[in-house]
């Protein structure tokens, strides 16, 4: 194997390592100098913007595990030049996804009180407005996007040749699921550190194009996706999903208070599953107690963005892949995530 065609190889790995800190792959940030020999070795000098130390290693065990991979007849030492202007571009982009506008995460603290339901009807429903959105589904143990949005099971994920991974598009929206990757059955055996990984992927490596709103959608709790989210990544800010009774707004209120530790803005709080209109005398009755979102709301000081209804309906379209808001789009639910947009968007400014 000559120089030239290990160059090639080593070129074609650069674009599935993702830098730490620029959050590009090392093909788009340019980073191979040049490849060389020396002595017995070959040595790979690539671009950093910094010194920092733990930054290379990092890079380095990453490089070398891709390297290993590759099966390739040489031994490698991999060295690092400085390039000062990396750095300036690292502090345009900061911790953000180029060409990606506002990033929301919808997080509960207690489960099954309506966060994956809210986040599909929200992601279409920008869609219908003409927004450009995508919804990563970021619930490990549980994915449910697949079965909301019909594409159920295992779904065969195309790269697009560098390594990147294309998202599904359905209903309007760009859509990667944990759900894609495992079959019904899988078990779910990650750990925390891969978690984070995992959640990096999805954001760094799914070719999401130019978006206006990124949806991510948590698991409940307070848990490694959370934690690590927050660190990855500059969240825009996070609405709370909660149900009104105490146990769920206990829940919820540990939810806040996590992500303002992680310094996520907590953009509001939508109270789900408030109010029942019986469909045959109209009655209106508030199953699970009374404005329980609402005195939440008032202690946190943000604002309750939207209360809804607990339907047959809701649940039924979400089963079908065919969201309420698509199965209704002129009924009260989706008006109510047509106010929901407004409001949201004016919350973000706020934070900005
Ligand atoms: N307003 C509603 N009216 C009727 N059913 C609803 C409503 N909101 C959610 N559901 C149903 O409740 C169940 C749980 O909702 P969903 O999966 O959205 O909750 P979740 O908070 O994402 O749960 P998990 O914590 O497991 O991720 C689903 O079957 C869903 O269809
Ligand atoms: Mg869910």
């Not at 779910?188 to 978006?211: C, N």
């Not at 146990?247 to 907590?266: G, H, N, S, W, Y």
């Not at 968007?345 to 934070?351: D, G, L, T």
Request: include cysteine.
């Amino acid at each position: 194997m000559n120089l030239q065609t290990i160059e090639a190889e080593i070129k074609k790995i650069l674009t599935g390592i993702i830098h730490p800190s620029l959050r590009q792959n090392l093909a788009e940030i340019n980073a191979f100098v040049r490849l060389e020999e020396e002595g017995e070795k070959l040595r790979l000098v690539l671009r950093n913007p910094s010194e920092n130390r733990k930054e290379q290693i990092e890079l380095e065990a990453a490089v070398r595990k891709q390297l290993a991979a590759l099966d390739l007849p040489a031994k490698f030492k991999i060295r690092f030049e400085v390039d000062p202007a990396m750095k300036a571009a690292e502090e345009e982009t900061g911790n953000r996804i180029r060409g990606v506008k506002n990033i929301i995460a919808v997080g509960s603290g207690k489960g099954g009180v309506g966060k994956s339901t809210v986040a599909a009807n929200l992601a279409i429903s920008l869609a219908q407005s003409g927004h450009k959105v995508g919804l990563i589904d970021a619930d490990i143990y549980g994915p449910s996007m697949g079965r909301m949005f019909g594409l159920i099971g295992k779904q065969e994920l195309r790269g697009d040749g560098a390594n990147t991974i294309q998202p599904f598009t359905a209903h309007g929206v760009k859509l990667i699921s944990f759900s894609f990757m495992l079959s019904q059955e899988q078990a779910v055996v990650w750990r925390g550190p891969m978690l984070g990984k995992a959640v990096e992927q999805f954001l760094f490596q799914v070719s999401w194009g130019e978006l206006d709103y990124l949806i991510i959608d948590l698991p409940p709790g307070t848990g490694d996706v959370q934690l690590s989210l927050g660190q990855i990544i500059e969240v825009d800010g996070a609405v709370i999903v909660t149900t009104p009774q105490n146990v769920a707004l206990q829940d919820a209120t540990r939810a806040i208070t996590m992500f303002m530790e992680i310094k996520v803005p907590i953009l509001g709080i939508i109270e789900n599953m408030a109010s029942f209109e019986c469909p045959n005398c109209k009655h209106v009755s508030h199953i699970f107690s009374h404005n329980g979102g609402d005195s939440m709301a008032a202690r946190y000081g943000v604002p309750l963005l939207a209360s809804l209804p607990i339907q047959q309906q809701i649940m039924e379209s979400g089963e079908e892949g065919q969201p309420i808001v698509l199965a209704e789009p002129d009924g009260t639910v989706a008006r109510a995530f047509q106010a929901l947009q407004e409001r949201l968007a004016e919350q973000i400014a706020k934070y900005r």
